[in-house]
């Protein structure tokens, strides 16, 4: 059926067409704007007000014809939400043609400060739902490195405090190849300041990527942590087994 109105809608399409081939390069949510045709006013007021937040698919055209049909039903098909506002006949059949195909949900809305506070949810929605996944995909990527022993040698323990010793053998390189597949690293430490940390790997490695890590002492989300005094958890008797 999808398939079917699209190649209808290609063949005879108006008004509509230049939008209707946008449509599939733009990463933005799309909306039909159905509704009132009195006038083009409301329209252009949305249009201005959410045009950097969504591709509006807008209908409207003084020279109407039932050609424009096809278009509409194009339009209908390729949005993620369809909008009506104060919408007549028309809008009752395209209102129809939705419920019946179920292909793409919509709102009607008798005030325009309504519909206005509909798009706003909308964008709320998309930069929480965005954060999420931008987070997931972060966290899927993330490996937490212990500073004292798998980077810094730390031969000698805590000893007096400060950032004495060496690199650990093949860290930097290592480090280096995690993220050149496409991993985040950061740094954990209990050492204060953080200055110092970074001061050590400005003095110990030319690769700025390294010298700019993250150094934190939050145990950060990560799908492994890398410390040299971590023991991995599988059960307390395991663990009661390991100490006593």
């Known amino acids: 059926m999808?398939?079917?109105v699209l190649r209808i809608a290609s063949r005879v399409a108006t008004k509509l067409e230049k939008d209707l081939e946008r449509?599939?390069?733009t990463s933005l949510p799309v909306i039909f704007l159905g509704g009132r045709c009195l006038?083009?006013?409301w329209r252009e007021q949305i249009k201005k007000e959410f045009g950097n937040k969504f591709f509006f698919l807008d209908p409207f055209d003084e020279n109407w014809s039932s050609k424009n049909v096809y278009d509409e039903l194009a339009g209908l098909i390729k949005s993620d939400y369809a909008v009506f506002y104060r919408g007549g006949e028309s809008s009752e059949d395209e209102k129809n043609f939705l419920d019946n195909t179920q292909m793409t949900s919509y709102e009607e809305f008798g005030n325009l400060d309504d519909l206005r506070n509909f798009l706003k949810k909308r964008i709320e929605r998309s930069s929480r739902r965005l954060c999420r996944t931008l987070r997931c995909a972060q966290l899927e990527r993330t490996i937490a490195v212990d500073f004292d022993g798998p980077i810094h040698r730390f031969s000698k323990g805590y000893s007096d405090g400060t950032i004495y010793d060496s690199p650990t053998e093949g860290s930097f390189n290592a480090l280096s190849k995690l993220?050149?597949?496409?991993f985040r690293?950061?740094?954990?430490t209990a050492r204060k300041p953080f200055e110092e940390v970074r001061n050590w790997l400005m003095k110990k490695t030319d690769d700025s990527r390294i010298q700019q890590l993250e150094i934190t002492d939050k145990k950060v989300p990560a799908i492994a942590y890398v410390d040299d005094r971590g023991l991995r958890f599988t059960n307390w008797q395991d663990m009661l087994n390991y100490f006593v």
Request: positive net charge; hydrophobic residues 40%.
């Open 2 to 4: 999808k398939r079917r």
């Open 23 to 25: 449509v599939t390069n």
């Open 39 to 41: 006038d083009n006013i």
């Open 179 to 182: 993220m050149d597949r496409g």
């Open 185 to 188: 690293i950061v740094i954990f």
